[in-house]
């Protein structure tokens, strides 16, 4: 896990409120992910970014989600208006570029609570 | 797209014993299997994984078998010690689309008992 950079660790939402969730991958990588861990399951992919570019956001709910992988800075994964049901643990994960971009590397996650 | 079943749910067993998690996935054209171990509290972490064009890959106590005829993959840990309790993870790389994303099994709850 050591590289990849998630923040806040711990975040509480009221309902309503907006959850937005950082992530600097590991140094030489360029290709981010972020997966949503909920109670007792497994990780679900939410979305693929590289710089500047959504590759994949197939996993993503249709509204209130949205994430971003600018130029400068690290990726955001925005929540609009969390409802309960959006209280989960947040992981994001990192790859270098080229043909070994499956091994990812996963950051420590984010535990977004809605009250 | 690829589904992920993992077994068993929860496994138990005495240290100094072998520990085997076993993973079926449905898209053939999937060639990459990691598996990742979580903690409490923490992140994935990747532990071992294989490349369909390898039948089994060994790391120390931790070794993976592939039968890409079957489709299905399994975790072997041996001489298993108190820090192997965690939730092991087995994934298989999603080939449809441009995701290159991973699926996960749901997890397998291993308990070593002193």
């Known amino acids: 896990n050591a590289g990849v950079m998630q923040n806040p660790r711990h975040l509480v939402r009221r309902r309503g409120q907006e959850a937005r969730l950082r992530c600097s991958p590991m140094?030489?990588?360029?290709?981010v992910y972020w997966y949503r861990q909920l109670p007792e399951e497994g990780l679900k992919f939410m979305v693929y970014?590289?710089?500047?570019?959504?590759?994949?956001e197939s996993g993503m709910p249709k509204e209130r989600f949205s994430a971003e992988f600018p130029k400068e800075g690290p990726s955001i994964l925005r929540i609009q208006q969390v409802v309960r049901g959006d209280s989960a643990a947040y992981f994001c994960?990192?790859?270098?570029?080229?043909?070994?971009?499956?091994?990812?590397?996963f950051g420590e996650g984010s535990w977004l609570t809605v009250v | 797209g690829e589904n992920v079943e993992q077994h068993p749910s929860t496994l138990s067993v005495q240290e100094g014993d072998s520990a085997v998690i076993k993973c079926t996935y449905s898209?053939?054209?999937?060639?990459?299997f990691p598996w990742y171990k979580q903690e409490l509290g923490k992140g994935p972490q990747l532990i071992i994984d294989?490349?369909?064009?390898?039948g089994e890959k060994k790391d120390q106590r931790i070794a993976v078998t592939l039968n890409k005829t079957a489709k299905h993959f399994s975790l072997h840990i041996t001489e298993t010690q108190p820090e192997d309790s965690a939730v092991y993870f087995c994934?298989?790389?999603?080939?449809?689309?441009?995701?290159?994303?991973?699926?996960f099994g749901k997890g397998t709850h291993l308990i070593i008992q002193p």
């Open positions: 140094k030489g990588h360029s290709h």
């Open positions: 898209d053939s054209a999937s060639n990459y």
């Open positions: 994934a298989a790389n999603d080939s449809g689309g441009g995701a290159d994303g991973l699926t």
């Open positions: 994960a990192s790859s270098p570029p080229g043909t070994a971009r499956n091994t990812i590397y």
């Open positions: 970014l590289q710089k500047e570019n959504i590759i994949d």
């Open positions: 294989i490349r369909s064009n390898v």
